[in-house]
C-alpha cells in the first residue's frame, strides 16, 4: 500500500471503483502516457475520425497548464468561447451545465470540445474535488456516445485526469520509443496499481515511432503493443501549424491515418 498520497485522489476505496454497466463497451477513452508522446494528438484525431463517420464524439482536454484549445485548430473554426473551468467551478456538474460550456467546431458538426482557454490556468477557477470530477465523466455519457479524454501526464497532481483514467472504459497508453517513456511508466503505474486498476482495459500504443526508432525494441520492454502509430511529418506540420484537426492527405501520413483507423475500430467498433 503506498501511503505517501493519503488523503490525494489515488487513496479512493476500491469499491467506489467499480464501474457501472456501460451501454455499449467502450463509451469513455481516456488517452494518456509519457509526457509528449502524443496523447493530444491523438486524441484530437481519433476524435477526428469519429466525426469524419457522423458519430457523435466530445473530446474533453484536461490540460491545464497548457491549454489545448487554441492549438488544435484555428479560433476562427470554433464557434464560441467556452470553459472546462465553468464546468469544474460548479457544486454539482449537471447535462445542461457540460451542454453549455462545451464548444463546437465550425467544420466538424458532430464534434464537440471541452477544454480551458488560452491564458486559463489551474488558478483560474476554485478548486474541485474528485468527486466533481467523477460526476463530469459520469454526465458526459449523457452528453455524446463516444466521448475521448486527453489526459494530462502529471497525475499525481491533477486530479482530472487521474479521475479520468480510473472511470474510463478503456485506456490507451502511450509510448514514445525512448528511454524518458519507460522512466515516465516505472515512475507513474505503481501509483495506479495501488488502485488496482484494471490492466485488462489497456491498450498499449508505440505512438510517434520515427524511423530511426526500433519500433520492435519497445515490445521487449513493455510486453505486447496493441498499436503503433508512425510518425508523419504532415501530422507535424498540421501541429506547427495550430491546426490540428485539418486533412491529412499526403503518402507520408498513410500509415498514421491506418493506425487510427484501427484503433476506432478495435476499440469502439466504429
Ligand atoms: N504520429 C506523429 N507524427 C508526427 N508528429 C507527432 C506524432 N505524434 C505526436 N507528434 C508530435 O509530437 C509532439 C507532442 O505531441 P502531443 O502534444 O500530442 O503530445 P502530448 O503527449 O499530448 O504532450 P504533453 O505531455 O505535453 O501533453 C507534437 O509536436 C506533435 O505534433
Ligand atoms: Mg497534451
Known amino acids: 500500500m503506498l501511503n505517501f498520497m493519503k488523503g490525494s485522489v489515488f487513496s479512493r476505496k476500491q469499491a467506489e ?5 456501460p451501454a455499449q463497451d467502450v463509451q ?5 502516457g509519457s509526457p ?8 484530437v484525431r481519433l476524435a477526428k475520425y469519429l466525426a469524419d463517420q457522423k458519430k457523435n464524439v466530445a473530446l474533453l482536454l484536461c490540460d491545464m497548464t497548457t491549454p489545448m484549445l ?3 485548430c484555428p479560433p476562427s473554426n470554433l464557434e464560441c468561447e467556452r470553459s472546462l473551468g465553468s464546468i469544474l467551478a460548479a457544486t454539482h456538474v449537471t447535462d445542461l451545465l457540460i451542454k453549455q460550456n462545451c464548444v463546437t467546431h465550425k467544420k466538424l458538426d458532430y464534434l464537440t470540445i471541452i477544454g480551458m482557454l488560452k491564458g486559463e490556468n489551474v488558478f483560474t477557477y476554485p478548486p474541485y474535488s474528485q468527486e466533481l470530477a467523477a460526476e463530469l465523466i459520469d454526465h458526459l455519457r449523457d452528453v455524446a456516445p463516444y466521448i475521448i479524454i486527453d489526459c494530462g501526464s502529471a497525475i499525481a497532481h491533477d486530479i482530472l485526469s487521474a479521475v479520468s483514467l480510473l472511470e474510463a472504459d478503456s485506456v490507451l497508453r502511450l509510448v514514445n520509443c525512448d528511454l524518458k ?12 496499481k495501488d488502485q488496482k486498476w484494471d490492466a485488462d482495459k489497456q491498450y498499449k500504443v508505440a505512438s510517434n515511432i520515427k524511423s ?9 520492454v513493455l510486453g505486447n503493443v496493441a498499436f503503433k502509430l508512425p510518425h508523419s511529418d504532415e501530422l507535424d506540420n498540421l501541429a506547427l ?6 486533412e491529412l492527405t ?3 501520413s498513410r500509415g498514421f491515418r491506418k493506425g487510427i483507423a484501427r484503433l476506432a475500430k478495435e476499440v469502439f467498433g466504429v
Open 70 to 72: 487554441p492549438c488544435i
Open 28 to 32: 469513455v477513452l481516456a488517452v494518456w
Open 17 to 21: 471503483l467499480v464501474p457501472e454497466e
Open 212 to 220: 530511426n526508432q526500433a519500433g520492435e525494441h519497445i515490445e521487449s
Open 181 to 192: 517513456s519507460v522512466s515516465y511508466l516505472s515512475s507513474q503505474l505503481p501509483l495506479l
Open 36 to 43: 509528449g508522446s502524443g496523447k493530444t494528438t491523438v486524441s
Open 241 to 246: 501549424a495550430g491546426n490540428m484537426l485539418g
Open 250 to 252: 499526403l503518402k507520408d
